[in-house]
Each structure stands twice: as C-alpha cells, then as structure tokens.
C-alpha cells in the first residue's frame, strides 16, 4: 500500500508532537505567555511537572523556557504585592538547582519574603 509509510510517518509526528504536552496536572509553569515583558509576575499555581522535574526524561524545550523565564524575571516582584508562595519557592528552588543563579530569583526563608543575594543592578536583561 502507498499510503501506509505516509499513515505511519504521519502517526509518528502526532505522537511527537503531542509529546510535548502535559496534561493540567503535570505542574505548569506559568511564564505570562501573553506578556513577553512582564513588569510582575503572577504566583504559579502548581508545583514543577514530570516536565520539569525528570532528568532526562525531561523536555528540553520546557526546562529552557523555564530557566530562561527565571533568569529574566525571577527578581521581579509579585504583581499582588504579595511574597513567594511554596509553589513559587519550589520553581525557583528548581531554576537554583537545574544551575540558576540564586540572586536572579526570590526565594522565602521560614516562611518570610526575602530576596536571595545580593542585588546585581543591571543585569535584569540576562
């Protein structure tokens, strides 16, 4: 049959590029996709995913979008004014420990806002 290599070739692109997709309740990220230059950031609602979070199981393209969301504007403040909440700690914990730079997130300390490291005036851009 001619079409069968086509059929296959195209299941085989659907479950690549379905791959990519977590269902709701594989922990999210939130990185404002509608705002490319966010000037706060909302609260994330969920913790890390499978996404995130295995190894080399992970996807790469979500773990880049993450890290890099986080580098940009990890220091950002919350936009209801509020400190990081154990989602948010459990996200930037992630970033530090995927190898981001600590003093580009905000992190909580027993409960309590607090900024990690010292302030680098300047390199918001990076």
Do not use: I
């Amino acid at each position: 049959m001619a079409y069968r290599p086509f059929l296959t070739l195209a299941a085989l692109f659907g479950a690549v590029a379905l791959g990519g997709c977590a269902g709701p309740g594989d922990g999210n990220l939130d990185a404002q996709p509608g705002n490319p230059y966010p000037s706060c950031r909302v609260h994330q609602l969920q913790p890390p995913g499978s996404r995130y979070t295995s190894g080399a199981q992970a996807d790469p393209r979500s773990v880049l979008e993450m890290l890099h969301y986080y580098t940009v504007n990890g220091r950002k403040p919350f936009c209801d004014g509020k400190a990081p909440t154990d989602f948010d700690d459990r996200w930037a914990g992630l970033y530090v420990k995927l190898g981001g730079r600590p003093d580009h997130v905000t992190l909580r300390q027993d409960g309590v806002g607090r900024v990690a490291g010292p302030s680098r005036a300047g390199t918001d851009h990076l």
